[in-house]
């Protein structure tokens, strides 16, 4: 399969989990074309200002890489700070929040497979 940037679907998401502002999601490939291993492999694009709120993964986990911009993520209570090349991961059954810390659009690859 190939595809190319026009083809790939973005979700627009207001508040999401909770958070500011609206994120943008890049689909690099749909939930489908993950074959029941997960439901996301996509960009996701935090502008100034945003947030996905604190929320619980349950039967799935996710982990970020970050691209571009400055995140500052809470990590089952524990506060930091991301940039370019570092990742974080929220495993099942624990809990994440993710911000925008700079003043350019933080971009990242996230990646939601289910837990067995």
Same mark, same amino acid.
């Given at each position: 399969?190939?595809?190319?940037?026009? =083809?790939? !679907?973005? %979700?627009?998401?207001? @508040?999401?989990? *909770?958070?500011?502002? &609206?994120?943008?999601?890049? /689909?690099?490939?749909?939930r489908?074309?993950?074959?029941? &291993?997960?439901?996301?492999?996509g960009?996701?694009?935090?502008?100034? *200002?945003? !947030?996905?709120?604190? $929320?619980? $993964?349950? *039967?799935?986990? #996710?982990?970020?890489?970050?691209?571009?911009?400055?995140?500052?993520?809470? =990590? /089952?209570?524990?506060?930091?700070?991301? *940039?370019?090349g570092?990742?974080?991961?929220?495993? /099942?059954? =624990?809990?994440?929040?993710? #911000? @925008?810390?700079?003043?350019? %659009?933080? #971009?990242?690859?996230?990646?939601?497979?289910?837990?067995?």
């Open positions: 399969m190939i595809k190319k940037a026009a =083809d790939l !679907s973005v %979700d627009l998401e207001q @508040n999401l989990k *909770g958070g500011q502002g &609206t994120v943008r999601v890049i /689909n690099i490939v749909e489908e074309e993950l074959y029941g &291993t997960g439901r996301l492999l960009v996701s694009i935090i502008p100034p *200002g945003g !947030s996905i709120g604190y $929320h619980t $993964h349950t *039967g799935d986990f #996710e982990t970020y890489y970050i691209l571009k911009g400055r995140a500052r993520v809470n =990590d /089952n209570g524990t506060v930091g700070e991301l *940039g370019p570092d990742m974080m991961q929220c495993r /099942n059954g =624990d809990s994440h929040s993710i #911000e @925008n810390a700079g003043d350019v %659009d933080l #971009e990242y690859i996230a990646v939601i497979l289910y837990a067995k």
